[in-house]
């Protein structure tokens, strides 16, 4: 019996990219995000292994719905990966800007790794991945609700994994995935150790192999976690 995922935000980038080594590996890929011509695009590279399904994971009151149709579609899910995310500059502190963060990045997420919760517990296994960032470690001026959102995000994970030790009759993992810059459209400028997609990618598709708790990529980001936990705060903003 083939495995089963779900990859949301797979329209482009981490998600994408994912979606294809998964593919590779026997799964069939349940893919989602807005833009339908991209989930087609992706779709026509192997029809047989990907299922598509339009989602805005900002519409949280679909999210219920959607996902119930998501487990009509595959019957069993052995892997649910959330990979939406944005983020960018806002100096002003645009409400809009901070709002569209929290939507994707907090409620979206939270809303999605629930979901998934239950159902593995329900159903008796399952593996949930996360994809946060470095950025979640500390403050920064000038994204603030992008670096608070992932801050979440990696709390949020954690306690699930914690959750998922205590959880009886069912065998349930939970990885944080924490990129530091990897070639994506959220990546820009000249960034120092930034990745490839391919290179970060396969790494992040070897931890979900491992069933890692916690995944820095690439692994040497884990000495700049380390690093900016220790530093004053002042001395932080300097990097930040």
Known sequence: MSKHAVVFGATSGI???????????????????????????????NPQQYIIKKHDVTDIESSDIVF?????????IDLVVYSSGVGGPNYN????????TIATNVLGATKIFGLSY???????????????????IRGNRHVPCYFASKAFMNSYLESLWMKAKRTKNANITVTDIVPG??????????????ASLEKGTK????????KRKKAYITR?????????????????????
């Open 15 to 45: 998600g994408k990219e994912l979606s294809k080594l998964l593919v590779a590996d026997g799964y069939k890929v349940l893919i989602t995000g807005r833009r339908q011509e991209k989930l087609e695009e992706l779709k026509s590279e």
């Open 68 to 76: 119930k149709e998501i487990v009509d579609t595959l019957k069993t």
């Open 93 to 100: 502190l645009e409400w809009p800007i901070e709002y569209n």
């Open 118 to 136: 239950n159902f593995f517990k329900k159903q008796g296994y399952g593996h949930l991945v996360g994809i946060s960032s470095i950025a979640g």
């Open 181 to 194: 810059f990897v070639e994506t459209k959220m990546a820009t400028g000249n960034t120092f150790w930034k």
């Open 203 to 210: 790494q992040i598709f070897t931890a979900i192999k491992k």
């Open 220 to 240: 040497r980001w884990r000495l700049v976690a380390i690093l900016l936990r220790i530093l004053p705060a002042k001395a932080a903003m300097k990097y930040l």
